[in-house]
């Protein structure tokens, strides 16, 4: 009860002190920092293992299993997906810069024009709104097929989230504040687990790092079941005991803006195999 006690005290003493020193850039060099002290043989590169970075027999297991992942054929499936031209004869492909290379390090990004978030899923859907086909729901699996294809054209890009413009900080300032709100009867917030408790086990598993998670997503926990970062954000919804919000809503798309800046700079590396 302590540590718990402790960790909710802790969370509460970084919002703060983000809140004192409030920038998008001040904000993701001061949450590196954290992870910094309490673990500072740690390089920063290494967080795009997630929690594996604490466990050397995880991450053993991991680089066993993508040497003949079991989810290729799910990948595959994305693939012929995003390859299909529309019933206009167009594709995915044209939708994008460089058809589609390099292009989901930059999502989320904020449309001015829109007023709003826009994710990389999103982007998706508005393309096939575009070429008169029916948007995919958020949180079915034909959208996290496609996207486990379409990022992996972005391997290896540097996470590259922008936040420019007034409207663009208050939805920055709006994902923030729902990263480190408590919510649920457990009273847990993201910040509870994924900054003050990384690197500390829970059961029988360690708690990552919130650095590094957008780099890895929709990731593929057991075999071939795929699951978006959203579709993550409703399971710990879930697991606090809150109510959980929709994938593809305002607050999730701006949680996903927030988290996904502070993976600046880090390689994508999807899709991959998480436990």
């Known amino acids: ?9 802790g969370a509460g003493l970084i919002a703060g002190s983000l809140a004192a020193n409030a920038s998008p ?35 053993d297991q991991y680089k066993t299993i993508m040497d003949f992942p079991p ?16 019933a206009n004869g167009k594709t995915y492909a044209e939708c994008f810069p460089n058809g589609g290379k ?5 999502y989320p990004q904020f449309d001015d024009k829109q007023g709003k978030v826009v994710t990389f899923e999103m982007a998706l859907n508005a393309c096939r709104e575009a070429n008169g086909e029916k948007a995919m729901e958020y949180s079915g699996k034909e959208i996290g097929k496609l996207t486990s294809y379409a990022r992996t054209l972005s391997d290896g890009m540097k996470m590259n989230v922008k936040v420019q413009g007034p409207a663009a900080q208050e939805a920055f300032e709006r994902g923030k504040n729902m990263f480190f709100q408590r919510r ?19 059961r029988s598993e360690f708690l990552s790092p919130a650095v590094g998670h957008a780099t ?15 579709q993550r954000y409703a399971q710990c919804f879930n697991q606090v005991r ?3 919000l929709k994938p593809g ?17 880090l390689p994508m590396k999807a899709s991959v195999f998480r436990k």
């Open 1 to 9: 009860m302590n540590k718990i006690i402790l960790a909710f005290v």
């Open 25 to 59: 850039e001040n904000d993701r060099k001061q949450i590196i920092n954290t992870y910094k002290k309490k673990y500072p043989k740690i390089k920063l590169d290494q967080y795009v293992y997630g929690a594996m970075i604490y466990d050397d027999g995880a991450l």
């Open 71 to 86: 989810f290729e054929g799910v990948i595959e499936e994305g693939k012929a997906m995003w390859e299909k031209p529309f």
């Open 102 to 106: 390099n292009a989901a390090g930059n």
């Open 184 to 202: 649920g009867q457990l009273n847990f917030s993201c910040a509870t687990c994924h900054m003050d408790n990384a690197g500390h086990r829970i």
């Open 216 to 230: 890895h997503w929709p990731v593929f926990r057991g075999g071939d079941n795929l699951v978006t970062l959203q």
């Open 242 to 244: 809150a109510v959980s």
């Open 249 to 265: 809503s305002q607050e999730f798309n701006e949680l996903e803006y927030f988290h996904s800046y502070l993976s600046n700079g």
